[in-house]
DNA sequence: GCCAATACTAAGGATTCCTTAGTATGCGGT
DNA sequence: ACCGCATACTAAGGAATCCTTAGTATTGGC
């Protein structure tokens, strides 16, 4: 269903809608963080990559896979998630 | 265990080392979304609030209560969690 | 009303970003 | 090996954004 195609850094700059001529060294400027992407750039880059903003933020591994895959669950799966969660805080909380 | 004070925009900002001077518009220029902290500040004020980075960027309510759950759980229950979005996607991935 | 605390805004110097120009590195083909 | 091309990366300065100072507006308690 989504094809997984592999991106340079410059083509990925160039789908979210940087001008060509300047879509390599500012890809490259946010991939070695050197500068950050401006709001909507990030918004952007994150719509090309399919996944949350919030995922780029994600400081441990298990919380970005956590926010990679709920983004993209139907909303019954979705509301599973979320009672499991209501469930332990219930009783832990 | 967790004491939940009411801070003003100004304290939220001297808690994570702002300037108290500087404080005030600052805080005030993130909150009204004039302008958004540096990556440091932005680290500083999720410890003071408690929650994750990526807390601050989800688009959506659903997704934020999951963020800012899953960030306070144990281990076991992480596990749990993950272990349900495995299950999830291999029957429908 | 008054006072204090909080919320908010303006403007400019300080800082960071984006663009241009260019170098470096990797890799397939001959 | 050499060439050619795509990709990765860097430097530097004009362009854009942020942080600070100074100040106004609004809210809440007395």
Do not use: W
Request: aromatic share 4%; proline share 5%.
């Amino acid at each position: 269903m989504r094809e997984k195609r592999k991106l340079s850094q410059k083509q990925l700059g160039i789908d979210a809608g940087i001008d060509p001529s300047a879509a390599s060294p500012r890809m490259n400027q946010y991939e070695t963080g050197k500068h950050r992407p401006d709001p909507n750039m990030t918004e952007r880059l994150c719509q090309v990559l399919g996944v949350p903003v919030a995922y780029l933020y994600c400081e441990d591994d298990d919380l970005a896979r956590v926010v990679a895959s709920f983004a993209n669950l139907n909303d019954k799966d979705k509301r599973k998630i979320l009672s499991m969660i209501d469930q332990i805080e219930s009783l832990e909380g």
